[in-house]
């Protein structure tokens, strides 16, 4: 008998646990809404879609992609951002130079504006016009700016509304900052010994960028400035009448033919010296030049517009060194 009764509660109880769970997943069925196993982790994934993607600048106004709906989220809008979106390919903010004219450029010429109406004009980088070296090719190598002397800790200021692409110490320019302009054109400012923006600031015509110094590659305190265009480097004089403190133009004609018989600076320099030496006796574009018998570094230096001491740094040689038939030599 009590055997019997045990059996009735243990019925009774399994009875009542299948009841419980059949109830409880009636319940889960009947909340379309719940939430499944994982939906945690994607909703984590989509709140931190804005996040993981790289903006390199903090000056976007991010309630913009509530506009545009989930869905679009994936599409990189990170270059509309910036100056010029359109031309370029990236926003680079540690290379001073990253772009290659020859390859990006794909026009035979094209006409810039370089001042819209809505913009605030045009200022002189540096209040002083005394001009110490201008563009062209120096001695032993190519000089892509224009020297303005000044005194260490003047104001340098951009010539044009812009973006700051970058700002920080390079080798040879020092102290730098690259001004990234509407129209597609960069300014290069140099040496400085204070730099006073940052990597995504907006500029107007006239704003501070820096102080004048005398860091880098440089041998006295003044500013190198450089206009550039898809990263060829144009001569500042075309665009600015440094006497007069202004704009020869408001507009300007980057032609593929002005490049390659004015503005290449190596390219000219490597058809000057092979109309000099002959082709067997010069670099070339590459910058390298390939020993022959009889070479010594001094004659190849003679050729090449250099000195053997360049030589040496260069490829890690010495004076006294014996060259092989067939060596590559770095010139430049």
Request: proline share 3%.
């Amino acid at each position: 008998m009590q055997s019997l009764k045990k059996l009735k509660k243990s019925i009774y109880i399994v009875f009542i646990v299948f009841s419980a769970l059949f109830t409880a997943n009636a319940y889960s069925f009947s909340l379309p809404d719940e939430k499944k196993p994982g939906d945690d982790k994607k909703a984590k994934t989509k709140k931190e879609t804005p996040d993981s993607t790289k903006f390199v600048v903090n000056h976007a106004d991010f309630n913009e992609l509530s506009d545009i709906g989930e869905d679009n989220l994936s599409i990189d809008t990170t270059l509309a951002d910036f100056p010029s979106h359109d031309l370029y390919d990236n926003w680079n903010t540690d290379k001073v130079h990253p772009y290659n004219f020859n390859e990006a450029f794909k026009e035979d010429s094209i006409t810039l504006t370089l001042i819209q109406p809505e913009d605030c004009g045009f200022s002189m980088p540096h209040k002083g016009n005394y001009l110490t070296s201008l563009y062209g090719w120096r001695k032993y190598r190519p000089h892509y700016g224009t020297d303005i002397r000044l005194t260490t800790g003047d104001s340098i200021v951009s010539v044009f509304d812009g973006m700051v692409r970058y700002a920080k110490y390079c080798y040879g320019y020092g102290n730098c900052v690259v001004v990234r302009h509407r129209n597609g054109l960069e300014t290069v400012y140099a040496h400085l010994s204070k730099i006073l923006v940052k990597p995504g600031d907006s500029v107007e015509a006239g704003n501070l960028l820096g102080r004048g110094g005398n860091t880098g590659r440089s041998t006295g305190p003044h500013l190198h400035f450089e206009i550039r265009y898809l990263g060829q480097a144009l001569d500042t004089q075309d665009f600015i009448d440094y006497e007069k403190g202004n704009l020869k133009s408001n507009t300007f004609t980057v032609r593929k033919t002005d490049v390659e018989n004015k503005y290449d600076l190596r390219a000219l320099h490597a058809r000057h010296l092979q109309d000099l030496y002959g082709k067997d006796g010069y670099a070339g574009k590459s910058g390298y030049y390939k020993v022959r018998k009889g070479d010594t570094l001094g004659a190849i230096a003679r050729r090449n517009g250099t000195t053997v001491k360049a030589l040496c740094q260069k490829n890690k040689l010495k004076p006294t060194s014996v060259l092989r038939v067939g060596q590559r030599i770095r010139i430049f």
